[in-house]
């Protein structure tokens, strides 16, 4: 099993950045792709970012450019976000699988989650 928990949400204004953090516990060191969805009042949950363990990484079209996603080595994740708008609101899930995905921003093809964290950005 993996578990994950997520930090680092908050609010901002339009324009201003947050780093996100996803710690993984547990059989940690079988996971293979990672993930960030996040989910707006209202609004399925949509993936953002995606990450293998090669560093190959996805993006949603409306995040590129303004935000990066990376790993460590102890499958610690990551979400760096600048530039963020009112439309950035959501809160943030970290995902993971253990095994290969086709598609990195599809929500259904991770098992492990986290609880998620709060973004607000006012405008």
């Known amino acids: 099993q993996v578990q994950l928990a997520e930090s680092g949400g908050g609010s901002v204004q339009a324009g201003g950045s947050l780093r996100l953090s996803c710690a993984a516990s547990?059989?940690?060191?079988?996971?293979?792709?990672m993930a960030w969805f996040r989910q707006a009042p209202g609004k399925e949950r949509e993936g953002v970012a995606s990450?293998?363990?090669?560093?190959?990484t996805t993006y949603a079209d409306s995040v590129k450019g303004r935000f990066a996603i990376s790993r460590d080595n102890a499958n610690t994740l990551t979400l760096q976000m600048n530039s963020l708008g009112p439309e950035d609101t959501g809160k943030y899930f970290c995902?993971?699988?253990?095994?290969?995905?086709?598609?990195?921003?599809?929500?259904?093809?991770?098992?492990?989650w986290g609880q998620g964290t709060q973004v607000t950005v006012s405008s």
């Open positions: 995902a993971a699988t253990r095994w290969w995905v086709t598609s990195g921003l599809d929500a259904s093809q991770f098992p492990y």
């Open positions: 547990g059989d940690r060191a079988k996971i293979y792709d």
């Open positions: 990450i293998k363990t090669s560093g190959s």
